[in-house]
């Protein structure tokens, strides 16, 4: 059974970081995406980051380019997700989540595993 575990979400004031872990367990898997997505009170679940733990490739999400950073660690079968510069409207809860086949995709439902989600609140 696969099993997804974020960490590192909280309270920051705007401008400041914060660095999300997921921490994958349970399977064996070769070739996979994982990817950060977010979702706000009211809104639809989107995509923030994408990584192919395969070959590297990256997606960055037009409204965190300059201000994420998305990087892995194979062996700990760990993704993170550096977040600066962070606004207002990057609350929200964040979720990791992993695609079993296939590559970089945003579309929630390719999506086979997914975490609890960590809560990111940028205010004031």
């Known amino acids: 059974q696969v099993q997804l575990v974020e960490s590192g979400g909280g309270l920051v004031q705007p401008g400041g970081s914060l660095r999300l872990s997921c921490a994958a367990s349970g399977y064996d898997l070769h070739y996979y995406t994982t990817g950060w997505f977010r979702q706000a009170p009211g809104k639809e679940r989107e995509g923030v980051s994408l990584?192919?733990?395969?070959?590297?490739?990256?997606y960055y999400a037009d409204s965190v380019k300059g201000r994420f950073t998305i990087s892995k660690d194979n062996l700990k079968k760990t993704v993170y997700l550096q977040m600066n510069s962070l606004k207002p409207e990057d609350t929200a809860v964040y979720y990791c989540a992993i695609h079993t086949f296939g590559g970089l995709t945003l579309d929630v439902r390719e999506y086979d595993y997914w975490g609890q989600g960590t809560q990111v609140t940028v205010s004031s």
């Open positions: 990584i192919s733990m395969t070959d590297g490739t990256i």
